[in-house]
């Protein structure tokens, strides 16, 4: 079978630098199903990507003009991606989108091919973009209400929640496969890594404001309080870093925090994940979690904002729950994990019996084979 994937971003080699989850399953349902079917993905072109390559059996298209990683803005390149989308000659069996803007694009080569389209979903943002984004945000509005209004031929979504949001805006329900994202589990715990002597937290995020980082700002300057010498671990870039290195000084943390910015291998993410002693995640908006787990397989248990995504990823499994911006909540999670060797023990036992649900072989599979039905 030959597959088209169109994703905003991509890695560029089999060192999986990955900046979001989006990307990441992208990579792995690509690498697995490469291992038997013919898999072509088409994906914007950063500065000094090569226009095609070719790694693990996945051939890699990069479009449009070139352009930096971000997650805002970029509005000419992300166009240019589009258009240049459109036109991309090739033979393809099914094709499958997997953000909003390779939504167009997977739509688009569906409709010029006469192929099923399929939509991979992680979070539905209707009603949330202008929050989420600011003023540009309108016209992410405009896009996903029209992108839903398509006759696609399946959606596959990455949660129970996800599902249900898609209902809520009008998608038939039987078009809709749930199938979760997934981790490398064997990958991340034969890695070692040794753990940081002092107290440690992890957190691994876009450095955007939905996700809060500041809140976990305010929560180690409160752990401070009681454990002095903790350490925390910032992996991301965003447009907030310099708003965050304002607050960590404001709050005399700094030099209990370390921005590390972006890792180019998702191998050294994994490694600093692991020699922490606590994952900590204050993000509001997500489709899923897929980081929730990577802490589980990592044996490192985790604090996170209680919302539905992210108590169905986990199954209120490998960590503690806070409420959204409850600063003294989290920290208090966050020492709770810290400082009780049996709470530590007994999440770490849990998480890793209930990632083995998650591994990319099992979610590859899957979703394989709902593209072999869309084409019998």
Excluded at 238 to 249: F, H, S, T
Excluded at 267 to 279: A, D, G, N, P, T
Excluded at 297 to 309: R, S
């Amino acid at each position: 079978m030959r597959i088209g994937i169109v994703t905003e971003f991509f890695p560029k080699s089999p060192e999986v630098e990955v900046r979001g989850g989006a990307e990441a399953r992208a990579f792995h349902v690509a690498r697995e199903i490469a291992k038997s079917e013919e898999v072509t993905v088409f994906t914007t072109r950063e500065i000094g990507d090569q226009k095609e390559s070719e790694f693990l059996g996945i051939r890699v298209i990069r479009l449009g003009k070139e352009r930096r990683y971000s997650q805002k803005g970029s509005i000419v390149e992300r166009l240019s991606f589009i258009v240049d989308g459109i036109k991309t000659e090739g033979e393809l069996d099914i094709v499958d989108g997997y953000c909003f803007i390779a939504y167009p694009v997977a739509w688009l080569i569906s409709r010029r091919l006469k192929i099923p389209a399929v939509a991979t979903y992680h979070d539905v943002w209707l009603g949330r973009w202008v929050k989420n984004v600011g003023v540009i945000g309108i016209a992410g509005e405009l896009l996903e209400s029209f992108m839903l209004s398509r006759k696609w031929n399946r959606f596959i979504a990455v949660s129970q929640f996800t599902k249900r949001m898609l209902v809520k805006h009008g998608v038939c329900e039987e078009k809709i496969e749930v199938i979760p994202n997934g981790v490398d589990v064997e990958k991340i715990r034969k890695l070692e890594a040794k753990k940081e002597i002092n107290p440690t937290i992890c957190c691994i995020s876009r450095l955007v404001e939905y996700k809060h980082v500041d809140d976990i700002l305010r929560a180690v300057a409160e752990v401070k309080k009681e454990l002095p010498d903790v350490k925390c671990k910032i992996v991301g870039t965003g447009p907030e870093e310099e708003k965050l290195r304002k607050l960590a000084a404001a709050l005399k943390i700094e030099k209990n925090v370390d921005f590390l910015g972006f890792l180019k291998s998702h191998e050294k993410v994994m490694e600093v994940l692991k020699s922490s002693h606590v994952f900590c995640l204050a993000s509001t908006v997500e489709g899923f979690g897929i980081v929730l787990l990577e802490a589980m397989a990592a044996g490192v248990p985790f604090v996170a904002t209680k919302i539905e995504p992210l108590l169905e990823a986990s199954g209120g499994k490998g960590g503690l729950f806070f409420c959204p911006g409850d600063i003294k909540d989290m920290a208090g999670k966050i020492l709770a994990v810290l400082t009780d060797d049996n709470l530590r023990k007994k999440l770490v036992e849990e998480g890793e019996k209930w990632v083995e649900n998650f591994r990319w072989e099992k979610i590859g599979r899957r979703v394989l084979e709902v593209y072999r039905d869309l084409t019998k």
